[in-house]
């Protein structure tokens, strides 16, 4: 592993994890190439800001669950081949019920190159800290429709306040928000602004 970048939970405690791209639980069906151990990697630089998240989180009641942070470039090279393959229909009602596979290129949900591979980017939720339970956010990770936007209509007045609290959290923490993914956050201030690496994430970094 590069000698900026870090295990997440090594860091920054406190912090929850379930790396979706190691497990089966993703919009391709499978582990994605490079993922080969269900950690989160980031930049020592993200590490900080997210011990800042984590502390604004807890004075509103919430902890953070992350689903991703670095991303090899070896895994969206996966996507892209993945787009190019016959719809099988498998994860598409819950992932892209509304569009094709390679329309999620062409609307901005997927990337050719990711700005997880640059390290200081994560996907990730927030959860009351008193139940452990989800917040509700009126959509799961990676729900490639209009739903998941900022401002999308058609989700509750809770939801809506949930996702607002996490933009607050972030924000707060040094982090922008992408409009199209309500999960979706960059460090403002990230160190490898123009580096996409791709060594895999495993057990072992």
Not at 97 to 102: S, V
Not at 153 to 163: F, H
Not at 170 to 191: I, V
Request: proline share 4%; glycine share 8%.
């Amino acid at each position: 592993m590069h000698d900026d970048f870090v295990f997440v939970d090594e860091i920054v405690s406190g912090i929850r994890w379930d790396s979706k791209y190691a497990t089966w639980d993703n919009f391709t069906g499978r582990p994605v190439d490079g993922y080969v151990a269900n950690r989160i990697v980031g930049t020592r630089a993200l590490c900080a800001a997210l011990k800042k998240a984590v502390e604004e989180a807890a004075a509103l009641g919430f902890g953070l669950l992350l689903w991703d942070g670095y991303r090899p470039q070896r895994a969206s090279d996966c996507f892209l081949r993945w787009s190019q393959q016959p719809e099988d229909g498998r994860k598409k009602l819950r992932h892209y019920p509304n569009i094709q596979r390679a329309e999620m290129f062409e609307q901005g949900y997927v990337a050719a190159k990711s700005g997880h591979s640059r390290g200081s980017t994560v996907d990730l939720t927030i959860f009351h800290l008193a139940t452990d339970e989800l917040a509700a956010m009126g959509g799961d990770h990676d729900v490639m429709d209009s739903i998941s936007h900022h401002g999308a209509p058609g989700i509750t007045q809770v939801e809506a306040q949930n996702r607002e609290h996490l933009r607050s959290i972030m924000a707060a923490s040094g982090f922008n928000s992408y409009d199209r993914e309500w999960w979706h956050y960059t460090l403002k201030d990230e160190p490898y602004p123009d580096t996409y690496f791709d060594f895999p994430i495993t057990s072992d970094n």
